[in-house]
């Protein structure tokens, strides 16, 4: 029998465990792994019964599925609203490759985000005028029915979840494709136009963010856009 093992025995009969055949042979057997075995236990009862692996904070936590963002070039990211309900419609589906509905939940669009890589493939998502090669689309569910001035946000007015899960969504995917956080890569649809250069036509999503009033204009709700998104890298 070997010291180290020896030792081993000492310290668990030291801690209390049973071992009626220590010194007796040159077996360090079954006894001793029973005991190891048994004592592995209880700290893992201690603990509480976890993993002691630590979970990686809240912030850095993926919410995006891998599967969602196939190996793509992709310069930016444009954020919308739907103008429709708190659910995905199929129509929403088409357009976009992330949507976030009411609650918070997130739901895949039906085109790839690899159809959007510069020159656009057939069946890309078509979500910003003349800006869409090189450019992933997420969309808040909500806004259905809305008026900008006065403002009135109508039945399904966006929800702090659904801007929370954004700022979380916009990390993942500037994280996956390697996009800065700038005005002109991470971007509401709103502010296409003034940062890009892009012509719309009169989109206002986000220009007000229903769930915090004190937030007025493109830039305004841009700003808090790219800052809480990179505080989530
Ligand atoms: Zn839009």
């Given amino acids: 029998m070997n010291k180290t093992v020896q030792s081993l025995q000492r310290r668990l009969i030291a801690l209390g465990f049973q071992l009626p055949r220590f010194g007796a ?3 360090p057997g079954a006894e001793t792994l029973a005991a190891v075995g048994k004592a592995l236990d209880e700290l893992v009862t201690l603990r509480g019964g976890e993993d002691p692996t630590p979970a990686p904070p809240a912030s850095t936590a993926s919410i995006v599925p891998a599967e969602w963002m196939p190996a793509a070039k992709l310069e930016r990211v444009i954020c919308h609203w739907t103008a429709g309900a708190h659910k995905a419609s199929e129509f929403d589906r088409s357009h976009y490759h992330i949507l976030i509905e009411g609650d918070g939940t997130l739901i895949r669009g039906i085109p790839s985000i ?3 890589e510069a020159p656009a493939k057939k069946g890309y998502a078509a979500h910003t005028l003349d800006c869409n090669s090189g450019s992933i689309g997420v969309s808040l569910c909500c806004m259905g029915g809305s008026n900008e001035a006065p403002f009135d946000p ?7 979840e659904q801007w929370d899960a954004l700022t979380g969504v916009v990390a993942d995917l500037c994280r996956r494709y390697g996009i800065k956080i700038t005005d002109k890569t991470v971007l509401s649809h709103a502010e296409v136009q003034n940062n890009l250069g892009i012509q719309q036509r ?3 999503d986000f220009t007000r963010l229903a769930f915090d ?18 505080a989530k890298l």
């Fill in 213 to 230: 009033l004190s937030i007025k204009g493109a830039k305004a709700c841009g700003d808090k856009l790219r800052a809480e998104a990179s």
């Fill in 202 to 204: 009169g989109k206002w």
């Fill in 154 to 160: 109508g039945k399904y007015p966006m929800t702090r």
């Fill in 114 to 116: 690899k159809l959007n």
């Fill in 25 to 27: 042979d040159g077996d």
